[in-house]
C-alpha cells in the first residue's frame, strides 16, 4: 500500500507548503564570522588583529573576519575571509567557540556572528599582509592578568600589545555572580591607547578562557607547535596557555603518554642528540 504524503492543518504536503513559502515575509538578520587565530611565538600568546578600512568602526582594531555568503558554510567562510584579510597560510586548526547574538553588536543591523577560535604554530606564519577590508594586519601579544579581588568580585585586566607599531590596548573584564550565573562586564580602560571594534574585546577574553580549560583535557597544545617538536617546546606551549610554571619531571611523565619519539639518524660526532617527538592519538590507547 503506498504511503500517503503527511499534510499540515491547511492539508499542505511538504513540497506543497515549500512551494508557497515566502522567506521575505520574516525578518531575516545577517550572519558573519569571527576569527580569532593565536600562535605562541617568544614564549608570548600571539592573537591576529586587523585594523579596518571600513565603516563601521573604521580604522579600530578587530578580528579578522566578514559576512557569510549565502550559498557558503561558516567553516568556508572562515578560510575565505582569513586568506582574503590576511593572506595568512590555510594550515590552521579550527573549532567554533561561541554564537554572539546581542540585538545592537553591530550598529549596521542585525547581525550575528559565530566566533572561531583557530590555532596555528609560529612556524606556520610567514609574513602577513592585509587585504580586502582591513589595512593594516599585525599580531598582538595578549594576556588575561587579576587586578583584584573584593566584595564578591573578580577584576582583571585583557592587555593587547603590538611593540611593533606601538599599540597598548587594555580592557577591565570583571565577574560577579548573579542569580546563580557568572556575569562578565567589559570596558574599555582610560590608559587604552585604541579600542577594539564591535564586542571582540568579549569574544577575546571567551577565548582565552577556553583556551586555559581545554588544555588541561584536550590536545591543543599540540596545534601549537610544530609536527615534530622537542617536549621543551611542548611544556613551553603548556605553561603559556595555563599562565604557570610546570615541573619539568612531572609534565614529561604526563605527556609520554600523548606522543611518540621521532627515529632520527645519529647525530654527528661530539654534538648532543636532540631528541625530536610527535604528537600520536593512539599512544595512550598503547601504555
Not at 24 to 43: K, N
Not at 63 to 78: K, N, Q, R, T
Not at 146 to 169: F, S
Amino acid at each position: 500500500m503506498e504511503q500517503q504524503p503527511l499534510r499540515d492543518k491547511r492539508g499542505l504536503t511538504e513540497e506543497e507548503y515549500l512551494a508557497q513559502y515566502k522567506p521575505s515575509a520574516y525578518e531575516r538578520p545577517s550572519v558573519t564570522v569571527d576569527i580569532l587565530l593565536f600562535t605562541i611565538q617568544d614564549g608570548q600568546l600571539k592573537l591576529l588583529l586587523v585594523r579596518r578600512k571600513n565603516h563601521p568602526y573604521l580604522g579600530c582594531w578587530a578580528l579578522p573576519g566578514g559576512f557569510v555568503d549565502i550559498h557558503e558554510s561558516l567553516d568556508a567562510a572562515v578560510c575565505r575571509e582569513l586568506a582574503e584579510e590576511t593572506n595568512l597560510a590555510s594550515d590552521v586548526y579550527f573549532e567554533q567557540l561561541y554564537t554572539f547574538g546581542d540585538v545592537d553588536r553591530d550598529p549596521r543591523m542585525r547581525v550575528i556572528t559565530c566566533a572561531y577560535l583557530g590555532l596555528t604554530p609560529a612556524s606556520n606564519i610567514r609574513q602577513t599582509q592585509a587585504g580586502d577590508d582591513a589595512q593594516d594586519a599585525a599580531w598582538f601579544t595578549v594576556e588575561k592578568t587579576m587586578a583584584y579581588q573584593a566584595d564578591g568580585v573578580n577584576c582583571w585586566l585583557l592587555t593587547l600589545r603590538c611593540p611593533e607599531k606601538g599599540l597598548h590596548i587594555q580592557y577591565a573584564v570583571k565577574d560577579h555572580a548573579e542569580e546563580l550565573r557568572k556575569v562578565t562586564d567589559i570596558a574599555l580602560c582610560p590608559s587604552s591607547q585604541e579600542k577594539l571594534a564591535f564586542d571582540h574585546a568579549r569574544s577575546i577574553d571567551m577565548a582565552l578562557q577556553r583556551l586555559r580549560n581545554k588544555v588541561s583535557y584536550a590536545p591543543i597544545a599540540f596545534r601549537l607547535v610544530p609536527r615534530q617538536f622537542t617536549l621543551g617546546q611542548l611544556q613551553k606551549v603548556y605553561e603559556v596557555l595555563l599562565g604557570e610554571k610546570l615541573d619539568r619531571a612531572n609534565f614529561r611523565k604526563t605527556v609520554r603518554r600523548m606522543v611518540r619519539q621521532v627515529e632520527q639518524p645519529a647525530a654527528p660526532k661530539g654534538r648532543r642528540q636532540v631528541m625530536l617527538f610527535r604528537y600520536d592519538p593512539l599512544a595512550q590507547a598503547g601504555n
